[in-house]
């Protein structure tokens, strides 16, 4: 089908297919458990999960990038296919991102991977089946991370995409364009800063609470240098990228990055020899930051392409892929083409 130019200047458009699919999943409502697991600190980490009892099919445990939540329209993109087809998925929620505070004055971060750590080895207690990882932007460079920390890890396969490889460059990145700042990191801070005053209120933790932070480099140097003892906002990029994990990896991976992603530059993507044999790194002209719309009439089909492919590519790692060895699959996402 021909692309018309109204259509095609939708996609091109990064801020446009970085939003759009907000507003496009309102109607896309998974069937959600909720869970909730104690740490070993006496805190807790909200689960929500689809398909919680069928655990006889594979089992994919999300990461979900700033702020976000199993309401993230990834999430229910992907939880919602994973439902149609029968598989078992799970949302983890960072610290603080379910709605609720946590019992400690404890929050998250980019490289933030003891939970990430914990929870796998919780899930994989109770998976008989093959155990997936994907992760999307801040949860895509702390999986990652994670991955390359510990190689021989329990995740079968591992999928990330919008990833913030050098994390220096992205926060700069959206701290210095003008309608980034009014975009994204107006809305980052809507939900950061509420959040951290509470926890001043609860905990004394920020006694010189500000709230008039306008960057995200100014609440990383205020919040997130303070709970996690970084030296300052360099350290905390510099020790939380994944960029200098990934050849290390082992487990079996995929990543995905759209040239137009308004908070990812190219310039930040890793060289091939900085990527381990067993990541595939698959890019395209359009997607935005986490869009990755497709042109088709049904908005439906065009937000489930992003989870086919997502899935097409862990059925490559699973009993019965193993056996049919699906060489023709491909692993290139057209989103552009229909």
């Not at 990055?257 to 595939?280: C, G, T, Y």
């Amino acid at each position: 089908m021909k692309v018309s130019n109204i259509n095609l200047n939708l996609l091109t458009n990064s801020h446009l297919n970085t939003i759009m699919p907000i507003y496009l999943t309102h109607t896309l409502e998974p069937n959600y458990i909720r869970e909730r697991l104690d740490t070993p600190d006496n805190d807790f980490i909200d689960l929500d999960w689809v398909n919680k009892e069928v655990v006889d099919q594979p089992t994919l445990v999300l990461f979900h990038g700033t702020e976000g939540s199993s309401k993230s329209h990834y999430a229910k993109r992907i939880m919602c296919y994973l439902e149609q087809i029968g598989w078992r998925g799970v949302v983890f929620h960072f610290r603080g991102c379910s709605e609720e505070l946590n019992r400690k004055p404890r929050f998250y971060h980019a490289g933030e991977t003891e939970d990430i750590r914990w929870i796998l080895e919780q899930i994989k207690i109770r998976t008989p089946h093959e155990l997936f990882a994907a992760g999307v932007s801040l949860g895509g460079n702390a999986l990652l991370k994670y991955l390359g920390e510990s190689p021989d890890n329990i995740v079968d396969a591992a999928f990330a995409m919008s990833v913030p490889f050098d994390l220096f460059v992205s926060i700069h990145t959206l701290d210095q364009g003008m309608l980034n700042k009014r975009l994204y990191v107006k809305h980052f801070l809507s939900s950061l800063l509420p959040k951290m005053k509470e926890y001043s209120k609860l905990f004394g933790i920020f006694p010189d609470f500000n709230n008039k932070i306008e960057t995200l480099d100014e609440f990383n140097s205020t919040y997130i240098c303070h709970v996690f003892d970084f030296k300052d906002a360099y350290a905390y990029y510099q020790q939380s990228s994944c960029r200098p994990y990934l050849k290390k990896i082992k487990t079996p991976t995929l990543i995905l990055q759209a040239e137009n992603d308004p908070m990812i530059p190219v310039e930040s993507w890793p060289k091939q020899d900085e990527l381990a044999p067993n990541i595939k790194f698959i890019t395209t002209k359009t997607g935005g930051h986490a869009g990755f719309l497709s042109i088709n009439r049904n908005y439906k089909e065009s937000l489930l392409k992003l989870p086919k492919f997502i899935i097409e590519y862990f059925s490559l790692y699973t009993l019965e892929g193993r056996i049919m060895e699906p060489t023709s699959l491909t692993l290139i996402p057209t989103f552009m083409d229909e």
